[in-house]
């Protein structure tokens, strides 16, 4: 967890607007706060969450990223952060395209189903992966559309947005993600850091 | 009731030009505080009051020896804790707690004002207890904060003052009245003005007084702060002491003799005129119009950080409209936070013990001040 927040907060400039969408309990907020000379808001859906962040006097308002993005206009924040939510959402299509408008660039972190173990689960256990990151069973995961290091790196790929950083993490080791090694990251890494733009 | 009983006002010399057009000279400001300014100046919170509200936040109102009205978030150890911060509130004009209003002698004609008196607005009443910086020496306060028509003023002082409050609170109001609240607004005012004892608004120079009218006219307001839920769960179909209907229009239901007993006390506290005249404040409220249709320009020069806070069974004043206030902000960048707190109180919540909702405001605060 700490090794995804000290990434991110790598990707981002100083001095700059950010916006966490999916913010959760404000945690990588005030990270990013203390590391970073950055103005930072938040868009949570879960109401505890949302009065957890306000208490730490964080800049959050309670929304549905799949609508309430609509109310930011065109390039609003340097950078927008989706840490582990994607899969969640209803369209992750376009919920990326907002990502994208909102924010001049974007920085997307996905839990791996490409990761090795996840596939050995499902391959001999016949059962739905639980693992560190996918900690919930099938029929009370919040996550609705999982996806591949691979499979992000295609759909970015495919509508033509630019991959400025792909980067793979397993055991707090970093490496980068390209063309040629993508098979084997996508077997290897459990998480994939990506920092895209229009 | 003894009025001038512990009652701390200011003369305000400086004229005061009203909406209306009417300009107002030395009008009076009645105000109330609680905890202590510190040396630097900075710990100094100005509340405002609702509609029917007074200075008497917290502590015992001297008037009518019941707690404040925002005992629940205002006093020691509170979420708004006295014991740290310089709070402030001041009763508004056209209010009959001390400030200038209605049932004060006109001086020109030695008179109760009555309906002589000037319709006030939300931006004058904010403009009248702007002056209360200057008298307390204050240069800004750390937060404007709000609920109802509390929150309206919240909203218009940042507008017209964006660099005086660190912090704005508005909770559980509007940027512009609706329709529907100014339906509700004008039948407690029709109420009023059909009781035969208003007499055209001089009722106070022929000592008569509205108390049906302003009665009704609280009874149907006070239906309006509660949830239908809130309402079943307190009194469903419950029989006021007695065990079977009694075929007549005594209060044979729980719920009759609550809303009665309400109007009641509400004519000892509350003057008529006050009532019309702040009601018609609340609805020509309308800061979307001020800004020809583009609220975000209301708050466009302001640093201030803003908490917004409405209640989940608030139909008065709904989520959506607290989220219009929201989406207005963060058109503009600026600092803003925002939750629907869970509750089946209505719009009464934010006066009323909603834990959540205070624990949130307690924390936001003492966080927000102590990372000044």
Not at chain 1, 47 to 60: F, R, T, Y
Not at chain 1, 172 to 187: A, D, R
Request: aromatic letters at 10%.
């Amino acid at each position: 967890m700490k090794q995804e927040f000290q990434i991110i907060s790598d990707l981002i400039e100083k001095n700059t607007r950010v916006l966490d969408v999916g913010c959760g309990d404000g945690t990588l907020m005030e990270y990013l706060k203390h590391n970073k000379e950055i103005d930072i808001r938040g868009i949570e859906i879960s109401k505890d969450n949302v009065q957890k962040c306000l208490s730490k006097g964080l800049a959050v308002i309670e929304g549905d990223a799949e609508k309430d993005l609509l109310q930011f206009p065109d390039s609003s924040f340097d950078f927008v952060i989706l840490s582990q939510t994607l899969q969640a959402f209803l369209s992750p299509e376009i919920v990326i395209k907002e990502l994208l408008r909102v924010g001049k660039k974007a920085i997307v972190t996905i839990p791996n189903f490409g990761f090795w173990k996840v596939r050995l689960h499902l391959l001999f256990k016949g059962t739905m992966p639980i693992t560190k990151n996918l900690p919930n069973e099938w029929y009370n995961t919040p996550n609705l559309h999982m996806c591949t290091i691979k499979d992000f790196y295609n759909f970015c790929e495919d509508r033509e947005i630019k991959l400025d950083k792909s980067l793979a993490l397993q055991n707090e080791k970093i490496s980068s993600i390209n063309e040629f090694n993508l098979n084997v990251k996508n077997l290897s890494a459990e998480l994939g850091i990506f920092l895209i733009e229009r | 009731m003894n009025k001038n009983v512990n009652i701390k006002k200011i003369v305000i010399d400086k004229p005061l030009k009203l909406d209306c057009g009417q300009t107002i000279n030395n009008y009076s400001l009645a105000y109330e505080t609680y905890g202590s300014l510190n040396k630097k100046k900075d710990n100094a919170i100005l509340v405002f009051h609702a509609l029917t509200g007074d200075q008497f936040v917290s502590g015992i109102n001297p008037i009518t020896k019941k707690e404040g009205w925002w005992f629940y978030a205002v006093g020691s150890g509170k979420a708004i804790d006295t014991d740290n911060f310089f709070v402030i509130c001041a009763n508004v004009i056209g209010g009959c707690m001390g400030s200038f209003g209605p049932n004060e002698v006109n001086p020109d004609t030695n008179k109760i004002y009555g309906t002589n008196f000037p319709v006030i607005t939300i931006n004058d009443m904010v403009n009248a207890q702007f002056n209360l910086l200057n008298f307390f020496n204050i240069e800004k306060l750390f937060a404007v904060i709000g609920g109802s028509m509390g929150g309206m003023q919240t909203l218009q002082f940042v507008s017209n003052f964006p660099d005086k409050a660190k912090v704005a609170i508005p909770i559980a109001c509007t940027a512009s009245h609706s329709a529907q609240n100014i339906a509700f607004n004008e039948l407690g005012r029709q109420s009023i003005m059909a009781d035969a004892n208003w007499m055209n608004g001089d009722y106070s120079n022929q000592n008569k007084n509205p108390n049906k009218g302003l009665s009704v006219a609280r009874m149907a307001a006070h239906i309006t702060y509660l949830s239908k839920n809130g309402l079943q769960e307190k009194f469903g179909r419950k029989l006021q002491e007695r065990d079977d209907l009694k075929f007549g229009f005594d209060a044979d239901f729980q719920i009759e003799s609550y809303l009665r007993h309400q109007g009641s006390v509400f004519v000892d506290r509350f003057d008529a005129n006050s009532y019309l005249y702040i009601t018609r404040a609340m609805d020509y409220f309308d800061l979307i119009k001020e800004h020809n249709g583009n609220l975000p320009h209301a708050f466009e020069n302001t640093k201030t950080k803003f908490l917004i806070i409405s209640f989940t069974s608030d139909w008065l004043y709904p989520t959506s409209e607290n989220k219009e206030i929201v989406i207005a902000l963060n058109a503009i960048g600026a600092d803003v936070g925002f939750v629907e707190i869970e509750s089946d109180k209505g719009h009464d919540s934010f006066l009323l013990n909603v834990p959540k909702f205070l624990n949130t405001l307690g924390d936001y605060i003492k966080t927000t001040y102590s990372k000044n």
